[in-house]
Every structure is written in structure tokens, then in C-alpha cells.
């Protein structure tokens, strides 16, 4: 995978998810209060350590209001407002509870930080398309950061025998076979997916034990950080046809544009005179009504929801992962589908043309059918 094909809106999806994440942390200590540690599934680490003096808002504000101040600058980082300054503030809230001694050195507070800093040394360029590019550096960090998360959270020295279980009853075996896998895959990079897989398997299944709940769930964002673009990622797309004055579908269609990192999506507006040649016989009401996209791929024909998540499927990595609703029936998917086509001129605006194409995408939009004829022969 090269840096560039590492789109945007994952790491915007992985943001999102990282500010709700932390919001729930702090909703979580301001409920739970002093007796959040006491209650927590995982001991404090043996070692002992002391944050550097500095000014504490905790002297001066009640554990809720800390708590809340927290929730707020967490949704704030998820929503991308100044991502790098509310990333730090929550860190330095972070760092007061530890300080005021009202959380111990665990688990969750190292895994905690390293993941706010994570987010704190990202470019703020996630909403600057032409001048985004994800560091190669922080990739290989968030990769090294999950295999040490998951060494420290099998540590026979972090967690308590009953954790693992009659079928896991060695928690040192554990700890050798995910240190050595994860060591692994660091140096291989084509092989992380082994990995990842294995430890989105061991997080699974722990989320049900509900003393371990809060202390796992802010590895959540990172695996989502860290899917590879090309895992599952086919290497053919399909031919896509769209409403060409909507504006939720220019932004659907751009954002496909933008993730397509291989190129292989074609488009052309239901407007177009290709598409009257191409869509006829009984999807021809669909083609006049504008009211479906419609996808062509591998001689297979889809409309309605079946359309629009098996596009994002196709694209691979952590999109699969979202267009995997498209298994579910039509019945179910295409009622929520009518629903936002019948009302998305109204929220996302009517174009009163259709927009050309940059040159360097011309080739990739269909007008008529013999710039599909030079496309199939080039």
C-alpha cells in the first residue's frame, strides 16, 4: 500500500470513532467517580511512575465538570474541529486524573495517551483533498502501538488468570504467540492482516466481559485506523450511473472518485445519452425516474441499496467492512434507500447542470457510447 492510497475518510471515520470513544471514557469516570479504578477489570502495572508537577484543573473544578469538559473537546476532536488542540486538551485532562491519583497507571491510561498523541502528530489536512498525505512514519507507529497494546494487554503480569478461560489457560502461551506474531508482521508488511486478525478476534470476544468493556474499547479506533486499503480490495469496479443533478450524488460519486485508489470505477450521469442506450428494456422507468443509481459490474445489474453498498464494498478495506449491509435483503435496505432518495434534492441541493469533470478524471466519465468504445480499447 502506498501512503497516498491511505484515504482521508478513513482516518475521518477512525477520528470519529476516537472522539466518541473518549467521550464515553469520560462519561464513564464522571459517573463512576472514585470508584471507577476500584471497579476496573485490570490491576494497576507494577512498575510506579509520577507525572511531572503542572497545573491541574482538577484543584479547581469537581471531578463531573472535568469529566464533561472532557466529553465536550473529545466530541469536538471526533467532529474534526482543531483536531490537534482538542486532542491535546484531552490529553492534559487525561494526564490530571492520573496526577490526582484518581486513576492508576493501567492498561487503559497508557493506551489511552499513546492513542491522543497518535492523533495529535496527524497533519491537519483530512478536509484539504489536494494536500492530504498520511505520514508513512505514523502508520508504521500506529502498527507498532497496536502489537505493544495487545503485549501489554496479554501481559501474565496485567491481567488475571480467569480472563483467559478454560480454553486460553496459559496466558503466558498467549502472550509468546501474539508477541511473535505481532513482531512479525511489523517486518512483513503484506502479512499485518494475520495480525490484525487475530487480535480484532481476541478484542470480540472480550467486549462481552463487562469488567473489561471500558478498558478495550479505545483499541476500537485503531484497528479501524490501521485496515490496509487493498485488504479485500478487488481488482475490478464497475460502471456506475447516477442522477447527474443530484448533489448527494456528485458527493457520492466523488468520494468513490477519491477512495478508488486502483482507478477502476467508471461513471455517467442517468442523464447522459450512453446511459439511454445502455439502460433500457425494464430498468428504462429507472433511468427516467432518476431515483436509483444504478450499477453495472461483471454483467450483474443493481439498483436501490444493493447498488450503492456493493460499490463500497468494491472498494476495499474498511469500506467492505460498511458495504457488508449489502447482504442484507432488498426489503430491508431499499425502504431506508427511497426514503433519502425521495428527500435528497431537498437537503443536498439540485444542480442546475451537470458538472464536467477535471481533465485528469474526463476518462473516467461516460458521455456517449463511443467514449465507452475508446475506453474498452484503451
Not at 227 to 240: A, C, E, F, T, V
Request: with cysteine; net charge neutral; proline share 5%.
Amino acid at each position: 500500500m502506498k501512503v497516498n492510497d491511505y484515504s482521508r475518510q478513513q482516518f475521518i471515520l477512525s477520528r470519529l470513532i476516537m472522539g466518541l470513544v473518549m467521550a464515553s471514557v469520560f462519561l464513564s469516570l464522571g459517573l463512576q467517580g472514585d470508584s471507577f479504578e476500584q471497579s476496573a477489570f485490570f490491576a494497576p502495572l507494577v512498575w510506579e511512575s509520577q507525572l511531572p508537577s503542572f497545573p491541574n484543573l482538577l484543584e479547581w473544578l469537581p471531578l463531573w465538570g472535568v469529566c464533561l469538559l472532557g466529553g465536550l473537546f473529545s466530541l469536538a476532536l471526533g467532529l474534526g474541529f482543531n483536531r490537534r488542540f482538542t486532542s491535546s486538551f484531552a490529553l492534559y485532562l487525561w494526564s490530571c486524573f492520573y496526577q490526582a491519583k484518581i486513576m492508576d497507571l493501567t492498561f487503559l491510561s497508557i493506551g489511552v495517551f499513546f492513542l491522543l498523541l497518535f492523533f495529535m502528530m496527524v497533519p491537519e489536512t483530512e478536509q484539504k483533498p489536494e494536500k492530504w498525505k498520511f505520514p508513512r512514519g505514523l502508520l508504521i507507529g500506529g502498527q507498532t502501538l497496536l502489537v505493544f497494546s495487545y503485549a501489554l494487554l496479554l501481559s501474565p503480569f496485567t491481567l488475571p488468570q480467569e480472563m483467559f478461560g478454560s480454553a486460553l489457560s496459559t496466558p503466558e502461551l498467549v502472550f509468546k504467540f501474539f508477541m511473535t506474531l505481532g513482531l512479525f508482521t511489523l517486518v512483513l508488511r503484506k502479512k499485518r492482516y494475520i495480525f490484525w486478525f487475530f487480535s480484532v478476534a481476541f478484542l470480540v470476544m472480550n467486549l462481552t466481559h463487562v469488567g473489561s468493556f471500558i478498558h478495550l474499547w479505545f483499541l476500537i479506533p485503531l484497528h479501524v485506523l490501521l485496515i490496509d486499503p487493498s485488504w479485500w480490495r478487488k481488482n475490478h469496479g464497475g460502471l456506475l450511473f447516477y442522477d447527474g443533478s443530484c448533489g448527494l450524488c456528485h458527493r457520492f460519486v466523488k468520494f468513490l472518485i477519491e477512495v478508488d485508489w486502483l482507478r477502476a470505477f467508471q461513471f455517467s450521469p442517468l442523464q447522459s445519452e450512453f446511459a439511454a442506450a445502455k439502460i433500457t428494456g425494464e430498468l428504462a422507468p429507472l433511468r427516467e425516474s432518476l431515483e436509483t443509481v444504478i450499477y453495472l459490474r461483471n454483467g450483474e445489474v443493481l439498483t436501490h441499496g444493493k447498488a450503492a453498498f456493493n460499490a463500497l464494498s468494491d472498494l476495499g478495506g474498511v469500506w467492505t467492512m460498511v458495504g457488508v449491509l449489502k447482504i442484507l435483503p432488498s426489503s430491508v435496505l431499499d425502504p431506508f434507500y427511497n426514503l433519502v432518495a425521495r428527500h435528497r434534492l431537498k437537503f443536498f441541493g439540485e444542480l442546475d447542470y451537470c458538472p464536467l469533470p477535471v481533465p485528469e478524471l474526463k476518462e473516467r466519465f461516460i458521455e456517449t457510447e463511443a467514449e465507452f468504445g475508446e475506453d474498452s480499447q484503451a
